[in-house]
T-cell receptor, first 121, second 111 residues
Framework: GAVVSQHPSRVICKSGTSVKIECRSL??????MFWYRQFPKQSLMLMAT?????????EQGVEKDKFLINHASLTLSTLTVTSAHPEDSSFYIC?????????????????FGDGTRLSIL | GEDVEQSLFLSVREGDSSVINCTYT??????LYWYKQEPGAGLQLLTY?????DMKQDQRLTVLLNKKDKHLSLRIADTQTGDSAIYFC???????????FGKGTRLHILP
């Protein structure tokens, strides 16, 4: 079964709206979560790395004020697209990495959520 | 910089074997992955191989790694219609590191 839950799966909203996407690790603690973005027929590009209890690390070219990331607990990270515009329409996917030192996923690579398709009108 | 290249499209007859090829540039890559993405869905980790391995087999899937040439391949035996998807090759320097993805190979199954 799924080990990473992402919600919502699909969002359609008007330009100027802020949208929050949640990424939850199920039955394991994830000290690190990653947020990726995928344009149609393109590959996934890393946007930022989210570490629990600290500020996210953003990739070059990603606006931190536009894409707010909060990793407030060991099982939840959120991505908020602020004042979204049509060019922000994309498929956003998160992944979670089990704690290196403990738990059933301690030696496994990142597990991905099912993604959120964001459409801004 | 880091780069992962793979062909964009592969067409295979049902029952035949599919071979998807990939090359990467980062010699520090430790983890090499194959992910599957069905239409409108997220990523499913199919398999991964460590850079100190040459081959890994898991049921119908066989991964071959030529570290010298930085070449990775995924073979799917007895290809079925359910295998129709986009397959992403990806690499990471270590378990905690970001994953660099190729552009994906769209596998089309012919009847």
């Amino acid at each position: 079964g799924a080990v990473v839950s992402q919600h919502p799966s699909r969002v359609i909203c008007k330009s100027g709206t802020s949208v929050k996407i949640e990424c939850r690790s199920l039955d394991f603690q994830a000290t690190t979560m990653f947020w990726y973005r995928q344009f149609p027929k393109q590959s996934l590009m890393l946007m930022a790395t989210s570490n629990e209890g600290s500020k996210a690390t953003y990739e070059q070219g990603v606006e931190k004020d536009k894409f707010l990331i909060n990793h407030a607990s060991l099982t939840l990270s959120t991505l908020t697209v602020t004042s979204a515009h049509p060019e922000d329409s994309s498929f956003y996917i998160c992944s979670a990495l089990g704690d290196r030192d403990r738990g059933r996923y301690s030696n496994q690579p990142q597990h991905f959520g099912d993604g959120t398709r964001l459409s801004i009108l | 910089g880091e780069d992962v290249e793979q062909s964009l499209f592969l067409s295979v007859r049902e029952g035949d074997s599919s071979v998807i090829n990939c090359t990467y540039t980062d010699s520090s890559s430790t983890y090499l992955y194959w992910y599957k993405q069905e239409p409108g869905a997220g990523l499913q980790l199919l398999t991964y191989i460590f850079s100190n391995m040459d081959m890994k087999q898991d049921q119908r899937l066989t991964v071959l790694l030529n570290k010298k040439d930085k070449h990775l391949s995924l073979r799917i035996a007895d290809t079925q219609t359910g295998d129709s998807a986009i397959y992403f090759c990806a690499e990471g320097e270590n378990r905690d590191d970001k994953i660099i993805f190729g552009k994906g190979t769209r596998l089309h199954i012919l009847p």
